[in-house]
């Protein structure tokens, strides 16, 4: 479970989040809406803890990843949290596989079952055939592809995904979403996404409206 | 384009510390240039200025040599036979003596009133000479000055081949006389000390003025040869040795080469600077490209961001220069300090800051070039990237050739071959680098899969990031730069450091007396103190228009370990050191002809020498050429100035003098350790340079990959792990860097070591390597 308390946060002065009471309870598959601008990625970052907001608490389990030592809340990220970033974050340095393999391999997890998974996870989302390729010569979509692999390959109990279908295609996304839908079923995944369109908010069990640093209804 | 310049002046207030590196590294390049080419500029100011001080106006001397009949000659005969076309002046040397401190000081006698005529003297401070004084008075250097603690107007007794004599200081001269003879008297005065013992010098009285060593200096432009033919037509003078001035540095066997070691240092810390600020420019040049792209993506032309990369780059040449230049100039006073030189005064030619600013822009500009070419023309800069392809097997080709072809060309393809192997380690080494470290991740791949992962990560991932990350590469790449540079100068100059104190020691002896009648070597026999004397005869010769150094010894432990000896020669065997048989092409039982005065002697090359002293050793009995030199080895553990004590005492009737055998090659050890300076000052300055200059490089890597570190964190990598993954990288490129250039230094190394044999020097023999 996560809990946000009266968050708030702002940039230079200007007040990007005006204080956002939020709970997000075990096995739940939530997205996230609202207009550009309006401080969805803010708040994805401050959930994921890599954000330190200006008032309120962010909660995983009843535990403040802020008070976290550094090395503590990286050991916690890699066993609790998954995270799909906007601008997908890829290591330009790792080929695809080594990207989506570096938390398994940082939480020594790689046995069968993972690699199984790993396998599982590549054919689904397509990724197979750039494996071996660097970021720098992957298309946006498939950097976002690797982005996802990556976050769900350690099986984490929590995956936030920033705009996660942003750069796919139709069918692509409605795959993307379908292994989304299907990791929240079968490994009882919590799921948090941000996205614009209201055909992939539909896939989550709530929707969450942002405007102008508030939760609407 | 003010939106340009606004963009720069923002991505240098974002990282301001990649610059600011940068314009140290350049001023500091500036600083090493500066200095190196000061270096050689006062090396040859002294050499130049060494050259007046030691031979005046001089254009030729004439010294007594083995087969001289008379130990003497006189200037005033010799001007007479060359009727008043030249002036000749007489050195006669002359070690005087200080009973009371038992410590020797290199003297020297001449006509106060001729010297003039060649020499031209500095004093500091000087009183009158009347002529009544004047067989009183002495001459001193201000190290004589300082070292006995006397003044202008003191007196103090010395003793004079045998006699006391007390001496008033009339004038104290900066630099010694001649460049080494610390004290100058009138050689009437040492005349008339013998008068009451030699019945030739009462009967001649004033008149008789004998010199070891004339000095000619010839009126007339052209007519020096037809002086020589004149004097040599002279019976006093048939046998004697002439020498030509313009051609004295060339027989200074052991000071050509130096010299050129000194320039080649001075050339590896050009190119070391070079390396050191290409790669500093490297990493900002390769982060700004991807930014330029961008730029350009948005409809910049080309030719305004190519400005704007020069722009930057001139900034920063602009605030670095500067700086440099200041700094400059105190550092090169220190090197003039350090080094010692004597006779040159320091004059900071405006030219080497012109010539290290003129660099330094040069390096900058061609750094942005280089980063131009390749954004415009991806393939142009492949080819750049893979000149090792080209220049390694043109580098193998000339290293065989440097090694195969005959001595005297080596020197020149030496440099061309050094040059293609520091082209090939900088282009080369960051490819190899790459591909050896993708190796080792492909071995790492298949072991993890083995092993389920249980293979330490940040291992793993710092071989990744080192096969990927061109900064890292660039890395090792100025490693292996510095540490070929760092490894060649090291050697050069330790080996000369070891020749000259192999000159130091190789007569197995502690004096040696010019004088090897029999009478006098009877006389040193008796003494208890005396362990060994042993006959040596010390000339020079000319084999094939080379002049050489030439000895016979009459025993072969007259030499010590130093010297590759088991045996005398016997008959006309020669034995030849390797410097000498690599130039004039000799080999075992080959037949040689050696000028020696006006003969010419036939021999048998029968040894080759492994060592570096420059000498042939030969029989001189066999050629009915006489001893001229007796050495005086003392018993164990006896006291060097008692042993002098009863020498001086033994011997005072035999006119002669004693020389400490240790200064007996003083001249080149003054010269020599020049250039050592020189050298050891060079390289700790360079292996600083070196030193900044890699924490520079990785420091801004460090700084322009911090990004990519915190993306390891975010997905799950402690701290911990990211400082061992950076430590692993470290690691990885430091032990390329340095197995590389191991391997790279055995190359230049070698390279130099055939090189140098053009000069007759064969570096590697220092370290006992045939
Ligand atoms: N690092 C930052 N510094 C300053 N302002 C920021 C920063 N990051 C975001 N902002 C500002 O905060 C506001 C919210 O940004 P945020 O990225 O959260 O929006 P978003 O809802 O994710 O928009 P989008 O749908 O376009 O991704 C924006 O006005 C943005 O300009
Ligand atoms: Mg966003």
């Not at chain 2, 001449?110 to 009158?128: A, G």
């Not at chain 2, 050339?267 to 600077?273: E, G, H, K, N, V």
């Not at chain 2, 048998?604 to 005086?632: C, H, P, Q, W």
Request: include cysteine.
């Amino acid at each position: 479970m996560i809990q946000i308390q009266n968050v708030t946060k702002s940039y230079n002065g200007e007040k990007v989040l005006k204080g956002i009471d939020l709970t997000f309870s075990d096995k739940e598959f939530v997205s996230i809406m609202g207009a550009s601008g309006s401080g969805k990625s803010t708040l994805l970052s401050i959930i994921g803890g890599f954000l330190r907001p200006d008032d309120g608490n962010v909660l995983w389990e009843g535990q403040n990843p802020f008070d976290f030592t550094d090395d503590a809340l990286a050991g916690k990220r890699r066993s609790y949290m998954g995270f799909v970033f906007q601008s997908f974050k890829l290591i330009s340095t790792l080929t695809a596989k080594d990207n989506i393999m570096l938390p398994v391999t940082l939480s020594k997890k790689i046995n069968n079952e993972t690699l199984e998974y790993f396998d599982f996870l590549t054919t689904e989302l397509e990724i197979k055939p750039f494996l071996n390729k660097y970021p720098g010569q992957l298309s946006g979509g498939q950097c976002q592809r690797v982005a996802i692999a990556r976050a769900l390959c350690y099986k984490p109990s929590v995956v936030i995904l920033d705009e996660p279908t942003g750069a796919l295609d139709s069918v692509m996304e409605v795959k993307v979403m379908e292994l989304l839908k299907r990791v929240n079923k079968e490994q009882k995944t919590t799921i948090i996404q941000v996205t614009h369109s209201e055909k992939v908010s539909c896939y989550g069990d709530r929707i969450i409206r942002l405007k102008d640093g508030l939760i609407v209804k | 384009m003010k939106l340009f310049f606004k963009h720069l002046k923002n991505s240098i207030k974002r990282k301001p510390i990649q610059p600011l590196i940068l314009i140290l590294t350049l001023a500091l390049a500036m600083v090493v240039i500066t200095a190196c080419i000061n270096v050689g500029i006062f090396i040859n100011g002294e050499t130049d200025e060494r050259q007046v001080v030691e031979y005046g106006t001089a254009d030729f001397t004439v010294s007594l040599n083995a087969t001289s009949k008379s130990r003497f000659m006189f200037s005033d005969k010799a001007e007479e036979i060359l009727e008043n076309k030249a002036k000749v002046v007489g050195l006669y040397d002359l070690p005087v003596y200080f009973s009371q401190t038992n410590q020797t000081a290199f003297g020297v006698a001449v006509d106060f009133y001729d010297v003039e005529q060649v020499f031209e003297f500095e004093f500091i401070e000087h009183l009158p000479i009347t002529s009544s004084s004047v067989n009183e008075s002495a001459l001193v250097s201000l190290d004589f000055a300082e070292k006995y603690n006397l003044g202008l107007g003191d007196s103090f007794t010395v003793n004079v081949l045998g006699y006391d004599k007390t001496y008033t200081i009339k004038a104290i001269s900066k630099i010694p006389f001649m460049g080494s003879y610390e004290l100058m008297v009138n050689v009437t005065g040492v005349m008339r000390l013998l008068a009451s013992d030699s019945l030739l010098v009462s009967s001649l009285g004033d008149s008789f003025k004998p010199s070891n060593t004339l000095y000619v200096n010839v009126l007339e432009d052209g007519f020096v040869n037809d002086c020589i033919t004149a004097l040599k037509n002279d019976a006093d003078f048939s046998d004697k040795t002439f020498q030509n001035v313009a051609n004295i540095m060339e027989q200074d066997g052991e000071i050509g080469p130096m010299n050129t070691i000194v320039y080649v240092l001075i050339a590896l810390s050009l190119m070391l600077s070079v390396a050191v600020v290409f790669c500093c420019f490297y990493i900002i040049s390769n982060e700004r490209t991807g930014e330029n792209a961008l730029f350009k993506a948005l409809g910049a032309t080309a030719s305004k961001m190519n400005l704007l990369q020069y722009a930057e780059i001139g900034l920063y040449w602009l605030i670095g220069a500067p700086i440099g230049l200041a700094l400059s100039i105190p550092f090169s006073k220190l090197i003039y300090r350090v080094v010692g030189f004597r006779y040159f005064t320091a004059k900071f030619s405006p030219l080497s800051f012109v010539i290290s600013s003129a660099l330094t822009l040069v390096i900058s500009v061609f750094t942005a070039f280089v980063f131009i070419i390749s954004e415009r023309r991806p393939k142009k800069l492949k080819k750049q990237i893979s000149l090792y392809k080209y220049t390694l097997p043109a580098f193998l080709l000339t290293f065989i050739l440097t090694i195969t072809l005959p001595v005297k060309a080596r020197f020149i393809l030496c440099c061309i071959s050094e040059i293609l192997l520091f082209i090939t380690i900088f282009t080369g080494v960051p490819v190899i680098f790459k591909w050896i470290t993708s190796v080792i991740d492909k071995i790492l791949c298949k072991r993890q899969i083995k092993n389920n992962g249980t293979k330490v990560a940040s291992f793993g991932y710092a071989v990744k990031n080192v096969k990927q990350v061109r900064v890292l590469q660039n890395s090792c790449r100025l490693l292996s730069v510095i540490l070929v540079v760092i490894f060649t100068i090291l050697t050069a100059v330790n080996s000369a450091d070891i020749v000259i104190n192999n000159y130091k020691s190789w007569l197995n002896a502690d004096f040696a007396i010019p004088n090897s009648t029999a009478s006098c070597r009877e006389k040193i026999e008796k003494l208890d103190s005396v362990e060994n004397v042993y006959s040596i005869l010390m000339t020079s010769g000319t084999i094939n228009d080379m002049s050489i150094k030439m000895l016979s010894i009459s025993d072969v432990n007259a030499l010590s370990d130093t010297c590759d000896l088991d045996r005398t020669p016997t008959g006309n065997e020669l034995f030849v050191p390797l410097a000498i048989c690599d130039r004039q092409n000799l080999k075992i039982g080959d037949i040689v002809y050696i000028q020696i005065g006006e003969s010419q002697y036939e021999f048998k090359v029968s040894k080759l020498r492994k060592d570096n002293i420059n000498v042939v050793i030969f029989n001189s009995e066999y050629f009915g050429l006489e001893y001229d030199t007796l050495l005086a080895d003392g018993v164990e553990n006896i006291e060097k100035e008692l042993l002098r004590n009863q020498l001086l005492s033994a011997i005072a009737l035999e006119m002669t003098t004693i020389v400490d055998c240790k200064e007996l090659f003083n001249r080149l050890f003054v010269v020599g350790s020049l250039y050592i300076n020189s050298g050891w000052f060079i390289l700790p300055m360079m292996i600083l340079f070196a030193v900044i200059g890699m924490v520079d490089n990785v420091v801004i890597s460090y700084r322009a990959r911090r990004e990519e570190f915190e993306l390891y964190s975010l997905s799950g990598m402690s701290k911990k792990t990211v400082r061992r993954m950076i430590f692993f990288e470290l690691l990885l490129t430091a032990t390329f860097g340095l197995v590389l250039s191991l391997v790279s230094s055995l190359f230049a190394i070698l390279l130099l070591d055939n090189g140098m044999r053009t000069f007759g020097y064969r570096m590697l023999l220092a370290f006992g390597i045939a």
